[in-house]
């Protein structure tokens, strides 16, 4: 009954400055909710950059071929190989034994027409030789038709697979499936034989992994590829030539488990060294490595966002205090009264501990609310931006635009832990302060 | 009546308060000795810079006396801590100030029950007393209006209910009547008068001659001592008619002012 009349008290003294208390609470509100919102936005992006890196596969090694610097100026300029060859690709197979399997990969970018339709455009895009374990490993999933076959590339077909976003552009009304795609720069045609399913791009990772847009893709037997096209590749730009010469752009290893790819990595890097141990034209990601090294980033991140949230919470308690403050000066008459008519120091303690921590609670429930609201409002203003401002939203980097805020359970407790905490701490010195005046004092206070 | 008047409701035995100001010490009651038996009813008066105040917080245990003793029921205030003066304060002394000191988020009845809630005596029966007080004080029918909805008078007639709520040793009025015109006054006075037959034992504190009129009893401070302790001569009695037509009265008119 006593403290349940406290409690009535205490809301009706709020209750008499509803603008200053809706302040005060609006303080800890902001503090809970950006707890929660800036927890679930670090969570979601490492999340997601977690997922990117997944995507490449834990249990992978990529080694990709990197053209060196052109050493001679001119056009006398001789044509050295670089990169990974395909007897290394063969040679890691054959000795590592804890290899599972290595996919060759040579990619190049290319014109990409349908001659059928004429009023499609050539697109740009990239045209990848590999091999039928291609599209288990990076996980391309087939929508119609079916991925290059061990047959396939066996008998060096002149068949392919299209990319979704590629399908879309050059076949706006028909059916791709068994269409030609011709390559302009090639002469050559190629028979759809599969179609696959969107997929988001892949970020840039650390810098030895550029972002891997999967979108304007075609897949062809890296062996037809060769037979057709050779290992050197010569492209017109800006008037003058430039020819590079080199057997794959990038060999993908995959490794039996994962726990295994730390040591893998080591022995495919000696292998690819053996004869130079400076060789600058190749770059080996462990993307095994780069999840390992995510997560610690993941933890920093998360302690730097609650640190600024926390930040937030102290601003919000420091409102409470300097409200209470005021209050408790203002009050002064009100407490000699109390103190008059019996009320003990505690007696004041406690009513003036019961306002803070009712605001603190208040601001603590609302700013959960709306820190569960977070994905949603996330959702809404992507969406209104994509209406409102496409270009602005365009420009968004990928994370921004992919990523889904995930609500930390553990920051809800948390938070309101912490508000309560900050209510009971920033309230108790203006409690105090006020149960320590002379009663005498306070009643003559006018 | 005159059977209990052997009883003490308080008895103050050289009692002296100093305050240290600064370097010098101002000795605001230098030996006051009294006794108020329980049913008296007793004015204490004196200039300014008398005293009064000082005797007041000292009878009002919100003080504590720098010498002497000031016996409350047999114990001892002098002695007792910041806690122990509270509970005092909350069960056995009935506050009347001169500008009301109600609680402004409180109701008249919840304005009543603030001593019994410091006591922890909260329960259906105390909410019954208090309405029992407030009907007493001929305010039954605004239980639930807030001290600004209420007139001078009328809040001080919640701040006497008030102070009866504990069933104190004694009411102690301060200038009780000080912020109100002479109708009100009178009604007031008439009300302390109507408790004092009742058996409550009052002490007031006032500067007013026409009020001390009312009691029985006079003390009058100069410079911290005792100048005289008195009976009234030619005590102001409202007759019973009197005390019946003023609270009717004072119903109407604040009946006509809604």
């Known amino acids: ?446 | 009546m005159t059977q209990t008047s052997t009883r003490m409701a308080a008895v103050i035995r050289d009692l002296q308060k100093h305050y240290v100001l600064k370097s010098e010490t101002v000795r605001a009651l230098r030996g006051v000795s009294f006794e108020v038996p329980e049913g008296d009813y007793v004015a204490i008066m004196g200039p300014s810079g008398s005293g009064k105040s000082t005797l007041l917080n000292l009878l009002g245990c919100l003080d504590q006396p720098t010498h002497g003793s000031f016996l409350l029921g047999g114990d001892d205030v002098a002695q007792m801590t910041d806690d122990e003066l509270s509970t005092i304060r909350a069960s056995r002394i009935g506050f009347v100030f001169q500008s009301y000191n109600l609680i402004a988020q409180l109701s008249v009845v919840e304005n009543i029950e603030v001593p019994l809630y410091y006591m922890g005596n909260l329960n259906a029966q105390s909410r019954k007393r208090s309405i029992e007080l407030a009907k007493m004080v001929g305010l039954g029918e605004r239980l639930d209006h807030r001290p600004t909805q209420l007139s001078g008078g009328q809040q001080q007639r919640v701040a006497i209910a008030r102070s009866l709520v504990n069933d104190p040793y004694f009411i102690l009025a301060d200038e009780a009547t000080g912020n109100l015109d002479s109708v009100t006054t009178e009604e007031i006075l008439a009300l302390f008068q109507r408790l004092n037959d009742e058996g409550k034992t009052i002490i007031m504190v006032t500067h007013e001659d026409e009020v001390a009129e009312h009691a029985k009893r006079v003390i009058r401070l100069r410079d911290g001592e005792i100048q005289f302790d008195k009976p009234v001569e030619g005590r102001k009695v409202f007759t019973a008619e009197q005390i019946q037509e003023i609270a009717h009265n004072a119903d109407v008119a604040s009946r006509g002012a809604e």
């Open chain 1, 1 to 446: 009954m006593r403290y349940f009349r406290t409690v009535k008290l205490g809301t009706k003294s709020l209750l008499l400055h509803p603008m200053r208390s809706l302040l005060t609470v609006l303080g800890i509100f902001i503090g809970v909710a950006s707890v929660i919102w800036l927890l679930a936005i670090g969570e979601g992006i490492s999340k997601e950059a977690q997922r990117q890196i997944e995507d490449l596969g834990a249990e992978n090694i990529i080694i990709r071929s990197i053209k060196p610097p052109d050493e001679s100026g001119g056009n006398f300029r001789q044509i050295t190989a670089f990169g990974v060859t395909r007897n290394e690709c063969k040679l890691i197979n054959d000795t590592i034994s804890t290899v599972k399997r290595v996919l060759p990969i040579r990619e190049l970018s290319q014109k990409f027409a349908y001659t059928g339709n004429p009023n499609v455009k050539p697109v740009d895009g990239r045209l990848v030789g590999c091999t039928a374990d291609y599209a288990e490993v990076t996980r391309l999933e087939i929508e119609r038709g079916h991925f290059l076959t061990t047959r396939e590339v066996e008998l060096n077909r002149p068949v392919c697979v299209i990319a979704a976003k590629l399908a879309e552009r050059l076949f706006p009304s028909e059916d791709p499936l068994n269409k030609q795609i011709y390559l302009p720069e090639k002469k050559e045609n190629f028979k759809i034989v599969g179609v696959l399913k969107h997929r988001n791009a892949t970020a840039a990772i650390g810098g030895s992994l550029a972002a891997q847009d999967f979108s304007l893709d075609i897949y062809i037997p890296v062996t037809t590829m060769r037979a057709r096209m050779t290992d050197q590749e010569t492209k017109r730009a800006g008037g003058s030539f430039s020819t590079k010469l080199f057997e794959l752009s990038q060999i993908t290893v995959q490794v039996k488990s994962s726990d295994d790819v730390p040591r893998t990595a080591e022995l495919v890097e000696a292998t690819l060294r053996q004869n130079d141990a400076d060789r600058q034209d190749i770059a080996v990601v462990v993307p095994y490595e780069l999840l390992e090294q995510a997560k610690t980033t993941r933890l920093m991140f998360m302690m730097f966002m609650g640190l600024i949230a926390a930040i937030s919470l102290i601003v919000g308690g420091i409102g409470i205090m300097n409200i209470m403050l005021a209050t408790v000066t203002e009050r002064t008459r009100e407490i000699g009264i109390r103190r008059a008519l019996g009320g003990k120091q505690r007696d004041i303690v406690l009513q003036f501990l019961v306002e803070t921590i009712t605001l603190s609670i208040v601001g603590g429930i609302t700013g959960i609310l709306m820190g569960l609201l977070c994905p949603v409002v996330v959702d809404v203003s992507r969406w209104g931006l994509e209406y409102f401002a496409p270009q602005l939203y365009a420009s968004l980097p990928e994370v921004a635009r992919v990523m889904r805020p995930t609500i930390v359970p553990i920051s809800i407790p948390v938070a309101f832990g912490i508000s309560v905490v900050v209510g009971v701490f920033f309230g108790l010195y203006p409690a105090v302060r006020a149960a320590q005046l002379d009663p005498i004092e306070a009643l003559r206070h006018e």
